[in-house]
């Protein structure tokens, strides 16, 4: 822990030694700000320096200095976020700390899709459906947020599948290779209209994998079409196609990992190993809705969206074969009313409501060698989730800033087993209503210093995959986890906006966590584990040491930091005469340290290097066995050029540099110490890309 703290002031040292530098670069340079960085995720579009809340923004800019074929790196560059990639396509994102009850997929996290839901009643998220490519941007709201985006009890993420910022025509594309079978391919066509705006991408991705058993194929399909019918309102129709298919190696144990971390899962005299079941998932998804926005008067305006989606499923697991089919349908809509213009309170109020149904067919059978045998158990799911909020922000003489929201949360879920029971009726089971409040206050002491402090409920229903998970049998004894998150922090940035500094330090106190165990043949189920107590320290920094300019060799030196410290324990858990009280939390790492150097050179050449450092992690609830440490080094540089209309990229990168032996992606609580999944060793990437 002394080495973090001490590596955290050499860089604000480092840091301050550069403060003269910037300064005569500043005289050189006739642009005195930098864009400044909003947020939409609050309804309204607002300076990130005057939120009262934990948000991390990622631009265009910041996802094209990574590698382009994953979202790994992106988002793990967020104070408090853990993204994971067991296998090419297998994604894992957890946000403080909520990968507790994730063995794979996304759990307590909800994610929009621009204003629409792309989690779905259930609570699951296929964000592995979505092309890297095709992200625009995202939004991390961090910590409990049900006051506008109902039942969750991690965070929400918004992601944005078009650049708001950049409203021209244009046709661009880009293809990349890799090691390990890695190619991927896009192209997107923007038209530009007086009154139409039409975006279109496509892309496609396949990787061999560096394990046996983890081949993937992903093409993807996306269309936004934003029509403005008046001066008043705004149409915008959009969605997209998703056809994926990747295979999962599963598993090691310790000492397969250390021998041979390729390796898929192998057999044992009971149960057959991941090549012999051809254990995968095809996934198919069609989803798309509309968003109209109306500005009924100057002060009053409405969005409403409409959406829609539906999912076929298929996975060939060890111990049987799974298909699922779900339809997904509901709405989303607010009013605004904004107060007269004031120089001492603007204000603003919200109300609004969000629907959604979601109906599941979950069938499991036999699995031959990859092959649907017969029927084990086939159930029917439907699962209705709607709240509604309502919204009060004000802004105060220009200093404070103060927002007050809160929701009121619906959820049931209805389930029928069609075989062998053949039921004829659904059996219902509904959750009390839910209140979720949220008080947040945020003070501008400074022009360039803002302190911020909030309180909010966590409030967390059991998801579908935890319902009826893959021991095919429904728990309607699982309880909401909920619980009281308490936030303070700071904002600061320097007069010309090209250094930023985002602080917080939170405290939150969750009852009744859901986690999973596995059974010895694989399958999984889920418990309320009592409570956890999660106290945490994010750190956010970023600087142009050397301002953007064209006389100097360097022509920009841009260097970020982010920093993760926290000290999340079990309490009153106990199972199976085993307490785990005061047991750290599974899968949590304590420090995580990402920091990274933009260098920009003559000629529109870039390099761009990238440092994580992720401490160990339990990875069972008795902490009896942990992953090691890791440090990750990738390094990126490329070559940029404008010929008249047409822009050119050349790049090339390596990552895993130092050829680490980690795990990215560990599955907790794993039967006989089954818990690594190998991430692939020093790796090579390189591609090109072209715009008109």
């Known amino acids: 822990m ?6 955290i002031v050499c860089i604000f040292f480092a840091d301050a030694c550069f403060a003269q530098n910037k300064a005569d670069s500043l005289k050189r340079d006739t642009t005195r700000h930098l864009s400044q960085v909003t947020v939409k995720g609050y309804l309204t579009e607002q300076p990130v320096l005057s939120v009262p809340a934990s948000v991390s923004v990622l631009s265009p800019a910041q996802l094209q200095l990574q590698p382009g074929a994953s979202l790994v790196p ?6 408090g976020v853990r993204m994971e990639e067991r296998s090419p396509g297998s994604y894992r994102l957890s946000i403080r700390g909520s990968l507790l009850r994730s063995p794979f997929g996304v759990r307590d996290v909800k994610i929009y899709y621009d204003e629409m839901p792309l989690t779905d009643a259930g609570g699951n998220t296929y964000l592995n459906a979505i092309d890297v490519n095709s992200v625009q941007g995202i939004e991390v709201l961090k910590g409990p947020d049900g006051s506008l985006f109902g039942a969750n009890s991690g965070g929400v993420v918004l992601i944005s599948p078009v650049n708001r910022y950049n409203d021209s025509s ?47 194929y992903r093409a993807f399909f996306q269309a936004d079409d934003k029509l403005t019918v008046s001066q008043n309102d705004q149409l915008k129709f959009l969605g997209f196609y998703s056809d ?88 989303r809509t607010y009013f605004e009313l904004s107060g007269e213009p004031d120089p001492m309170i603007n204000w603003k109020v919200n109300l609004g409501l969000e629907w959604q149904q979601t109906n599941s067919d979950i069938n499991n059978y036999g699995n031959a060698g990859g092959v649907r045998d017969t029927a084990q158990t086939l159930d029917k799911i439907n699962t209705n989730q709607h709240f509604f909020f309502a919204r009060y922000l004000a802004d105060i003489n220009k200093r404070w800033h103060l927002e007050a929201a809160m929701s009121l949360n619906f959820y049931d879920y209805k389930f029928r087993n069609v075989y062998p ?111 956890t107590h999660q106290p945490g320290f994010e750190l956010a920094f970023t600087d142009w040491l050397i301002r953007r300019n064209n006389a100097d060799f360097i022509r920009g030196l841009q260097f970020n930091l982010s920093v993760t410290l926290d000290k999340f324990t079990f309490a009153n858990y106990q199972e199976n005469g085993v307490n785990y009280s005061g047991n750290k939390l599974t899968g949590v790492p304590e420090q995580v340290i990402v920091s990274s150097l933009q260098v920009r050179l003559p000629e529109s050449l870039y390099v761009f290097v990238q440092y994580n450092y992720t401490s160990k992690l339990p990875l069972n609830d008795a902490n009896s066995a942990f992953a090691a440490a890791y440090n990750l080094v990738e390094a990126k540089a490329g070559w940029e050029h404008r010929f008249k209309k047409t822009r050119l990229g050349i790049y090339a990168g390596v990552d895993n540099l ?12 794993a039967v006989g110490g089954r818990y690594y999944n190998a991430a692939a060793p020093r790796n090579y990437y390189m591609g090109l890309n072209i715009g008109f």
């Not at 992106?74 to 104070?79: G, R, S």
């Open 74 to 79: 992106a988002l793990n560059t967020v104070p």
């Open 244 to 331: 994926l298919d990747y295979e999962t190696p599963g598993g090691l144990t310790l000492s397969q990992f250390e021998a041979n971390p390729q390796l898929a899962r192998l057999a044992t005299p009971t149960i057959p190993g991941a090549i012999q079941q051809m254990a995968g998932i095809g996934q198919k998804m069609t989803y798309g809705g509309i968003v109209n926005e109306w500005h009924i008067s100057d002060r009053v305006r409405n969005v409403l969206t409409v959406f829609g989606s539906y999912v076929d499923f298929v996975n060939p697991f060890i111990t049987d074969y799974e298909n699922r089919y779900e339809g997904t349908y509901g709405l």
């Open 170 to 216: 244009y046709v661009s594309g880009g293809v990349s290779t890799g090691s390990y079978g890695l190619f991927h391919q896009n192209i997107t066509l923007q038209n530009h209209t007086d009154n139409n705006q039409l975006n279109i991408g496509e892309a496609y991705q396949t990787a061999a994998g560096y394990r046996q058993n983890s081949n993937m």
């Open 421 to 531: 029971n053949d039921e004829l009726n659904f059996t219902d089971r509904s959750f009390t209503p839910q209140l979720m409040p949220r008080v947040a206050l945020s003070y501008q002491i400074t022009n360039d210093f803002i302190w911020r402090a909030s309180v909010s409920r966590g409030y967390s229903t059991p998801q579908t995959a935890e319902i009826r998970p893959t021991d095919h049998t429904i728990n309607t004894s699982l309880e909401p986890e909920d619980g009281w998150n308490y936030e303070t922090g700071f904002r600061i940035r320097n007069e010309d906006e090209s250094m930023f500094l985002d602080a917080s330090v939170f405290y939150y106190d969750l009852r009744n966590a859901i986690v999973p165990q596995e059974e010895a043949n694989g399958t999984t189920y889920y418990i309320n584990a009592g409570d």
């Open 2 to 7: 002394a080495k973090i703290y001490l590596f």
């Open 658 to 669: 130092l050829n680490e032996k980690y795990s990215l992606g560990d599955d907790l609580n």
